[in-house]
């Protein structure tokens, strides 16, 4: 069983064995020596290291060296630091690639990717299991044992590419197979009657390159995740035939990766992880000036986003998570050098803590002087000498060593809760209901829909939860989800299931409040559109319909209706979509002011049971988020009352059934708040009476903590 160190991990990954091509004159020992003492001083209490190497760990075909490794665990262990060790399967050796070019990964049916970056390999391939399961078993063999592991890092943010090699695709044939039956029952699914496209047999299956069909698609998104799937939790399995009681096993996800469903991905692991990187700087600025439209990738901009990052790893198994990787200091390339203010580690640190994170570890310790990422920056520059970023995160080490077992693993707190679909993301990247300013389809649909939502949460000064569609029906019964999740925010859940729907109706009856958006409900678990009125399955619940929609040119005014508790700003707007809903039986909260729109409410609520069914028609604006998110939760579960702009508060209940509340200002203007309640900070265990004045400097963030909330 895998048992995590009662404390938040802090620390970086370690490439010790880069030393000779920083400096030939320099002793690897001696830099080692440095390294781990700095390290110490900086109160680090983790390395993660041996994952991008496995041509030092297996030079030539069969030929192995694994004692390199050693001195780094030894002085690591006397020191008190623990020792995450990666399987290196992600970073290809040369020798592999010249004497097995089949084994070439293709981004198109017959065309390879080019050598000379990383995961260019088909991991699905035989020949290439054969060579990464030895390498793994020789590496987990020599070190399982050793006092300084703790747990295991299998590959390295898995699911770039998706594959096209014949042996993928053969096996997708097979799985659709096994699936459907017959080519009779999966042109009826598929209808693909349309454009002449009925099998006469399984040969007759195209390969996925031109295909436009949006039922293929679906199950080729699903079929390639799940191969990413299979092969983390191939290596898993493999790690635990070795790995001693206590030792973890995970990876480390990038959240964007286009090969990766991280719910059931993270279910073959001991604990999720993942690798959020963010823009710093003025990226991080309350009120925030970051545009609606700009798209958040493989990092983001907007401390709201951070956060949904954050909220996006608990969700992978609703529980505690790792993050193996974040901004040391600049990220990215040698165009983008945006180091932190000071401060801002200790906030972003902070805010991942108080949203599940149970370590908070560095990319990388030194910066590199060569290969692509020769501008990312590490926690010492490219000199080796310890710098501002290393003051910084020293400062934040003895935080994390003064908490102690307080913050590891919060359970953090959520007033509203958002479900997110995986399939329906990957269905909108290729056929999306939104387009760019340019008119071009906008791949990014998803997560424009759902993002609003969220934001105008965060806006608010509410608290999310992130709960995957599919995790819904298996963990819960409707009743149980009412208490955990007493609002419910679905917006663009358009692949779903006929089951999945009836929950959604049988959770609001029990008394949840169930909030829908567009394109929730109105196909299936094909992708196909539904015969019922939208939003199909859930139609009565909702007491509206609609079966006319529309794009938004422009952001439409949204005004509420004489006697709507749904309080609106002057400013508060519809964007990108409306739909154009019918009333039954629903109140309308608020309209279009549109001469043509005009004639359709933009927003609905229906009492249902003992709950209610909210229809949200379209995208809302920052402001009408704002008032939609503070209408849902009409008072914060933090408590501390009206904030400045600039300032959060993220709270969660401790292992011992401790309240700790983090406070953030995310601005250069000092501010003041006011205590909720009677508070000891954690860091410097100072006491603040109620209705104290909490004063918090420039990018600043304290820590506190109260008694357990008494329970009825």
């Known amino acids: 069983m895998a048992v995590l160190p009662a404390r938040v991990l802090f620390g970086a990954a370690y490439y010790h064995e880069y030393t000779p091509a920083y400096d030939p004159e320099l002793r690897p020992d001696e830099r080692l020596k440095t390294d781990l003492d700095l390290m110490a001083d900086a109160r680090f209490t983790v390395i993660r290291v041996g994952e991008s190497v496995w041509s030092t760990w297996e030079p030539e075909n069969g030929r192995f060296d694994l004692d390199w490794l050693q001195p780094v665990l030894d002085g690591a262990h006397e020191r008190g630091i623990s020792v995450i060790l990666g399987t290196p399967t992600y970073a290809v050796p040369p020798w592999l690639a010249r004497q097995y070019p ?43 044992d050793h006092p300084a592991v703790i747990g295991w890092q299998v590959d390295n943010e898995p699911g770039l590419h998706l594959f096209h090699n014949h042996g993928v695709f053969q096996r997708f044939v097979d799985h659709l197979r096994d699936r459907y039956g017959d080519v009779e029952t999966l042109n009826r699914e598929w ?5 002449s496209h009925r099998l006469s047999d399984w040969a007759d299956l195209w390969t996925p390159d031109g295909n436009v069909q949006p039922q293929y698609d679906v199950a080729w998104r699903e079929f390639q995740a799940r191969q990413v799937t299979e092969f983390i939790g191939w290596q898993a399995d493999i790690v635990r035939e070795y790995a001693l009681d206590g030792q973890f096993v995970t990876t480390c996800i990038s959240y964007t990766r286009q090969g990766v469903a991280d719910d059931e991905l993270s279910a073959r692991l001991d604990i999720a992880s993942g690798n959020p990187y963010y823009d710093m700087q003025d990226g991080l600025l309350l009120p925030d000036p970051t545009p609606d439209e700009h798209e958040q990738v493989w990092k983001t901009t907007g401390v709201w986003s951070m956060y949904q990052t954050a909220d996006w790893m608990f969700s992978s198994r609703q529980e505690p998570f790792l993050v193996t990787e974040t901004n040391a200091n600049s990220i990215g390339f040698a165009w983008d050098n945006r180091p932190g203010y000071d401060g801002q580690w200790r906030q972003a640190a902070w805010a991942h803590v108080a949203r599940g994170a149970r370590m908070i570890e560095y990319w ?7 290969g692509t990422e020769t501008y990312w920056g590490g926690v010492l520059p490219h000199s080796g000498l310890p710098g501002r970023t290393y003051a910084e995160l020293a400062r934040l080490g003895a935080e994390f060593d003064k908490a102690g077992a307080l913050v590891a693993g919060l359970e953090p707190d959520a007033d509203l809760t958002l479900v997110y679909s995986t399939p329906s993301k990957w269905l909108m990247q290729k056929h999306p209901p939104l ?8 791949p990014a649909s998803y997560h424009r829909i759902l993002d609003p939502f969220y934001r105008g949460a965060f806006d608010a000064g509410r608290q999310v939860r992130i709960v995957h569609a599919r995790q819904l029906p298996t963990a819960t019964t409707p009743s149980e989800a009412v208490r955990r999740h007493p609002v419910l925010v679905v917006p663009a859940l358009y692949v779903v299931d006929d089951a999945t729907l009836d929950w959604l109706a049988a959770y609001a009856h029990a008394g949840g409040h169930l909030v829908l958006g567009p394109r929730t409900g109105y196909a299936d678990h094909e992708a196909r559109a539904r015969h019922e009125k939208a939003p ?81 028609g379209t995208v809302p604006g920052r402001s009408l988020g704002r008032a939609l998110a503070e209408w849902l939760a009409p008072t914060a579960r933090h408590g501390w009352g009206d904030l400045p702009r600039s300032v959060t508060v993220t709270t969660g209940t401790a292992a011992d059934g401790r309240r700790v509340h983090v406070v953030h200002n995310w601005s250069w203007e000092p501010v003041h708040v006011t205590a909720p309640a009677h508070l000891t900070d954690v860091l410097d265990d100072s006491t603040l009476p109620t209705g104290a004045e909490l004063a918090l400097g420039a990018w600043d963030v304290r820590v506190f903590v109260t008694a357990p909330v008494a329970q009825n």
């Open 364 to 370: 990388q310790w030194q910066t590199l002087r060569f």
């Open 536 to 616: 199909g399955r859930l139609t009565d619940a909702a007491g509206v319909s609609y079966d006319e929609f529309s794009n938004l040119g422009r952001a439409v005014p949204v005004r509420p209706v004489a006697g709507s508790p749904l309080r609106l700003p002057q400013d508060a707007t519809a964007t990108h979509w409306a739909d154009a809903l019918t009333v039954a039986d629903a109140e309308v909260l608020a309209g279009y002011d549109h001469p043509h729109f005009g004639r359709w409410p933009a927003i609905t609520t229906r009492g249902h049971g003992a709950g209610r069914v909210t229809h949200v």
């Open 435 to 442: 387009a760019t300013a340019s008119g071009d389809p906008d």
């Open 191 to 195: 209808g693909l009657v349309y454009w």
């Open 102 to 144: 089949e084994l070439t990964g293709e981004s198109r049916t017959g065309e390879r990717i080019g050598w000379g970056g990383r995961q260019e390999v088909d991991f699905t391939h035989p020949g290439f299991r054969h060579h990464a399961e030895r390498v793994i078993r020789r590496i987990v063999a020599r070190y399982a």
